[in-house]
């Protein structure tokens, strides 16, 4: 069975760092472009960050310069290293998988993880 499984999250305080991990099991990912998402409370889910197949990254303007992200294809594994946190970062975040097109449209994404819970507090 094909599975996402974030990992990574907490509580951290406003100006502190975490970094987010996604470990796919089922299939390889070696060939697809891989996206974080985040849904805020009260708020629609939003596109983060793409990485491509090749290395190539796109990312949200409000998290542009303070999040990175990575891709570690012999484990399988993508990455999200957020820096300089913000309250309005406070979200669950979803890895997902785009098996055709480099995208930041939610709805092209084919595989999900269930997301895990980053807070910041003020």
């Known amino acids: 069975q094909v599975q996402l499984v974030e990992s990574g999250g907490g509580l951290v305080q406003a100006g502190g760092s975490l970094r987010l991990s996604c470990a796919a099991s089922?299939?390889?990912?070696?060939?697809?472009?891989l996206g974080w998402f985040r849904q805020a409370p009260g708020k629609e889910r939003e596109f983060v960050a793409v990485i491509s197949w090749n290395g190539y990254k796109h990312y949200a303007d409000s998290v542009e310069g303070r999040f990175t992200i990575s891709r570690d294809d012999a484990k399988n594994t993508v990455y999200l290293q957020m820096n300089s946190l913000k309250p309005e970062d406070t979200a669950v975040y979803y890895c997902?998988?785009?098996?055709?097109?480099?995208?930041?449209?939610?709805?092209?994404?084919?595989?999900w993880g269930q997301g895990t819970q980053v807070t910041v507090s003020s």
């Open positions: 997902a998988s785009s098996t055709v097109v480099f995208t930041t449209q939610e709805t092209r994404y084919r595989y």
């Open positions: 089922g299939r390889t990912f070696s060939g697809d472009h």
